[in-house]
Nanobody, 128 residues
Framework: QVQLVESGGGLVQAGGSLRLSCAVS????????MAWFRQAPGEERQFVAAVSWSDRSMYYADSVKGRFTVSRDNIKNTVYLQMNSLKPEDTAVYYC?????????????????????WGQGTQVTVSS
């Protein structure tokens, strides 16, 4: 059974930074494309960033380009999301997701249907 556990969320002031981690167990991590999504109250789950299984391709939502960086460590079975210059509109629950079907990083990476496994989420709150 594949499990994803997020950590690193919290409360931060606007302009600050946070680093989220997602530890994966129970599967072949190095073969999964990994992604981060977020969901604010009353809104749909929104794509944030993705990284291919090979770590050679990254994909970002326009709203976070230049501020967020996704990376992975295939030894530690962990994916990270470094978030800098945080804004109040970044406030949401952040979810980690894994896909064994995404072999090519195209626009499908932005869709929740492309992912097979999900974590429980970690809250990020940015105060103004």
């Amino acid at each position: 059974q594949v499990q994803l556990v997020e950590s690193g969320g919290g409360l931060v002031q606007a302009g600050g930074s946070l680093r989220l981690s997602c530890a994966v167990s129970g599967g072949t991590f190095s073969r999964y494309a990994m992604a981060w999504f977020r969901q604010a109250p009353g809104e749909e789950r929104q794509f944030v960033a993705a990284v291919s299984w090979s770590d050679r391709s990254m994909y970002y939502a326009d709203s976070v380009k230049g501020r967020f960086t996704v990376s992975r460590d295939n030894i530690k079975n962990t994916v990270y999301l470094q978030m800098n210059s945080l804004k109040p509109e970044d406030t949401a629950v952040y979810y980690c997701a894994a896909s064994y079907r995404l072999l090519v990083m195209n626009t499908e990476v932005t869709r929740t249907r492309a992912y097979d496994y999900w974590g429980q989420g970690t809250q990020v709150t940015v105060s103004s």
